[in-house]
T-cell receptor, first 112, second 111 residues
Framework: SQQGEEDPQALSIQEGENATMNCSYK?????LQWYRQNSGRGLVHLIL?????REKHSGRLRVTLDTSKKSSSLLITASRAADTASYFC????????????FGQGTRLTINP | EAQVTQNPRYLITVTGKKLTVTCSQN?????MSWYRQDPGLGLRQIYY???????DKGDVPEGYKVSRKEKRNFPLILESPSPNQTSLYFC??????????FGPGTRLTVL
C-alpha cells in the first residue's frame, strides 16, 4: 500500500447524514492534512493536525489522528449537497524538506 | 488576495513543440511544487523547490524541467512534449511547514 491511502474510494450518502473518510499511512509523519477538490479544480486546504494532536475541529469537520495505528479520519457532519467533492489526505513526512504525500482520494457524493 | 496563479489554464499542443506553464505566488512562500493528476493515479509530484535556485526532482520528473530564479515564480517546462504528458497540472506553494495552496490547474493535451 502507498503512504496515504483513503478509504473508501467512493462514498454516496443522503443530505443531512454524516460522512466519514479514513486515511492510513506507513511512515512517521510531522502532520497530516486534509484537502478538498471540486471537479477539475485546485485542491483547497481544509485542516491540519499535528502528530502530537489527537483530534481537531473546524466547523462541521472533525479530524482524528491515531499515530499508533497510523490512521486518520475525516468526519463531515450534517452533509450538504455542496460538500460533493473529492477529499484527499496528505501526510507530511520528513525527507530532506518536509514532503507532502497525497493519497488517491475519496469521491464523496451528497444526494439531495 | 493570497493566491497561486497558473497560465495557461487550457492548452492543446502537438508532440515535440516546447511549452512553458507559468506559476506565480504572492505569499512569499519558500516551497513550491508541480504536480500532475491522472485518473486512478492521484496527485504525483513532478518537481519541487525549497527556495530560489534550489530545485529537486519529485516522483515523476522525466520529461520536465523547472527553474526558480525568483521566489514568486516557478515555471514548468516541457522541452519536447509527448502524448503521455497529457494531464491536469497543478502548481502549489507553502511555507516550509504548513498548509499548501494550489493553483487552479492547467489542462494539457498533447496530440
Amino acid at each position: 500500500s502507498q503512504q496515504g491511502e483513503e478509504d473508501p474510494q467512493a462514498l454516496s450518502i443522503q443530505e443531512g447524514e454524516n460522512a466519514t473518510m479514513n486515511c492510513s499511512y506507513k511512515t512517521s509523519i510531522n502532520n497530516l492534512q486534509w484537502y478538498r477538490q471540486n471537479s477539475g479544480r485546485g485542491l483547497v486546504h481544509l485542516i491540519l493536525i499535528r502528530s502530537n494532536e489527537r483530534e481537531k475541529h473546524s466547523g462541521r469537520l472533525r479530524v482524528t489522528l491515531d499515530t499508533s495505528k497510523k490512521s486518520s479520519s475525516l468526519l463531515i457532519t450534517a452533509s450538504r449537497a455542496a460538500d460533493t467533492a473529492s477529499y484527499f489526505c496528505a501526510t507530511a513526512i520528513i525527507q530532506g524538506a518536509q514532503k507532502l504525500v497525497f493519497g488517491q482520494g475519496t469521491r464523496l457524493t451528497i444526494n439531495p | 488576495e493570497a493566491q497561486v496563479t497558473q497560465n495557461p489554464r487550457y492548452l492543446i499542443t502537438v508532440t515535440g513543440k516546447k511549452l512553458t506553464v507559468t506559476c506565480s505566488q504572492n505569499m512569499n512562500h519558500e516551497y513550491m511544487s508541480w504536480y500532475r493528476q491522472d485518473p486512478g493515479l492521484g496527485l504525483r509530484q513532478i518537481y519541487y523547490s525549497m527556495n530560489v535556485e534550489v530545485t529537486d526532482k519529485g516522483d515523476v520528473p522525466e520529461g520536465y524541467k523547472v527553474s526558480r530564479k525568483e521566489k514568486r515564480n516557478f515555471p514548468l517546462i516541457l522541452e519536447s512534449p509527448s502524448p503521455n504528458q497529457t494531464s491536469l497540472y497543478f502548481c502549489a506553494s507553502r511555507p516550509l511547514s504548513g498548509e499548501q495552496f494550489f493553483g487552479p490547474g492547467t489542462r494539457l493535451t498533447v496530440l
